[in-house]
């Protein structure tokens, strides 16, 4: 069974989507959409169109899924409901906080149009949740961790981009050692903030931008650095741009457990990921999304799930004997 | 919902089970089977009781879900698909190659009867399978690695107390330190048996037994060890009962991936298990199932069904609303 996708929006992201389609036969592209002019957005792929987003609904019956590529902040909150209305959809949203919520508008609309909607895809949220989920299935007496890096984060990266005088930036997350290590041995430690993470800036000064001060902004920016112990080094721009023009990430999700009559038996469950590019990793898992997405919705299934709602096997392109010969 | 087990079995993984259904409040024993004498087993649940296997179907509709704690070599290819016909159960078949037919009888016999059973349920098969699963969907383009140990292999203990003039005997099989870290590098290395594992033996021999012949049959035996580096270390009975008496296990499933338009973006995906009672986490997993398989059950669902095919959150006892809210 092919799926025919739509990617609307052409980042980081869009453009992730677009390399895994390629990787996976029974998945197609048949078009990007794009805020912008379409004869100004290239695409990778011969076969596939790029049109403006007000065209959307004229792709109604001609995309079984549509994978949402846009931001959490500003895009997905109205776009995932308005989408829900036309197609069988997936997207990315990652604000933990206002997830319920998403759902809850997303829901409404899909079921309303007798679409299916998968929202909240990628790794975290996503494959991160799902270990959480099975790891605290099994280990019901337990405690979970989750360490986030090395990588960059955008949104801190963004955060210093904003202060005067800085004229780029990255910031990479990185989980303590020895907090990790204490975990991984099942001490199950309490762990403040600063015990978890430490951050990392490599920052490009606009010409006779004051050092000190930058510095001294960054280290104590509330929520962003100001509960971490934070280094930052001064760089130029050509480093930056030699060095840091790759979005690596990863992290680990850990469960320390206990089981037994008396609770005395220590069990550890440890996922790990390390990526060379946090947006093509994402965008894989989107694609596998998709598929199951359609899936669901031929079986007549209607309204919002995420990746906690959908048996594993949908979203494999093989076939159940075929998986359990090969996989189980 | 309150979910009523049996327990088919009263060795380490049916004691497990009954552990396990402890730290459930929605899980409830009802009764433990045995092919001994039900007055010679004593089981910790004061409220369940113990019955000859002769007595299950006196139990049928009286229990939601049969947890069969038998070993996958003589009991489960019997027992699964006969139990089938009148309970919902959950297994842990692990002979990998005999499980496509295991499923087809099983299948066969829960479509007949009605009832819903989950087989191959564990760590491998089992959560490994799902890593697996999932690492596969996402990197379509890799390969896949599977480590196990540090941990008591019971077929391979099992193998060296057959040896004439043995009297004891646990056996670790552990991981190469240099193959996992090629792996974890991205290396994706091609690796012969070898080079992934080695074997570590703890043998007590019997009074007057020819020690030099006896390691000489063990790192001869074919299957077993002849294609590993095995060491074989003589120990009183006294030791190996004082620092062997546990049952730990654990390992690695990594997949080694590449994204990208023209696939040149390494990402790893890693997940670790290190288990201080391998018998207990698998019972663990097993009593997760038993809810799931209930769930399904009531939905009217029949057949057989591997975890490649249960919604992740049908394993937990809390609803939609408060997994999405605390775990996603």
Redesign the interface.
């Known amino acids: 069974m092919t799926t025919k996708i739509g990617i609307l929006g052409y980042g980081n992201l869009g453009r ?1 989507v ?3 389609v ?3 036969p029974d998945i197609q592209l048949e078009a990007v959409f794009t805020r912008r002019n379409p004869s100004d957005v290239k695409i ?1 792929t011969d076969t596939a169109v790029v049109e403006n987003v007000s065209s959307l609904e004229k792709y109604k019956g001609r995309i079984d899924v549509l994978i949402l590529c846009g931001g959490s902040a500003r895009d997905l909150p109205e776009q995932t409901p308005k989408a829900a209305k036309l197609f069988n959809l997936v997207d990315s949203f990652d604000t ?1 906080a206002k ?2 919520e998403h ?1 809850a508008n997303t829901d409404a609309a899909a079921k309303a149009a007798g679409t299916l909607a998968i929202i ?1 895809g990628g790794w975290d ?1 996503g ?1 991160f ?6 790891a ?6 337990g405690k979970d961790y989750t360490f986030w890096g090395r990588g960059v984060s955008q949104g801190h990266s963004d955060a210093i981009r904003r202060i005067e005088g800085v004229k780029d930036a990255k910031q990479y997350t990185c989980p303590v050692q020895a907090a990790l290590d204490s975990v ?1 041995n ?1 001490e199950n430690p309490e762990l403040t903030t600063r015990q978890k993470h430490t951050r990392e800036c490599y920052v490009v000064l606009e010409e006779g931008a004051d050092a000190e001060r930058v510095e001294r902004e960054i280290k104590t920016m509330p929520n962003y650095f100001d509960e971490y112990d934070t280094t930052v080094h001064f760089i130029s721009e050509e480093e930056l741009n030699a060095k840091h023009n790759t979005l690596p990430h990863g992290g680990f999700v850990i469960r320390g457990g206990k ?3 008396n ?1 005395e ?13 946090n947006p ?2 994402t ?3 989107l694609v ?1 999304l998709a598929r199951a997405a359609y899936r669901m919705s031929k079986e007549g299934q209607t309204g919002c799930r ?8 949908y ?2 392109a093989k076939d ?2 075929w ?3 090969h ?2």
């Not at 949740?129 to 099975?134: C, D, G, K, T, V």
Request: proline share 6%.
């Open positions: 992730g677009e390399c895994a390629k990787q996976n990778l933990h997830i319920p759902f909240s949220p494959m949740s799902l270990q959480r989920l099975y605290n299935a099994i280990l019901v007496s991984r099942g089981t037994g009559w609770e038996t220590k069990q550890i469950i440890e996922y790990k990921l390390q990526l060379a590019s093509e990793f965008s894989a898992i596998a995420t990746i906690f709602d959908i048996p594993p096997a979203l494999m159940g004997e998986i359990r010969k996989l189980l």
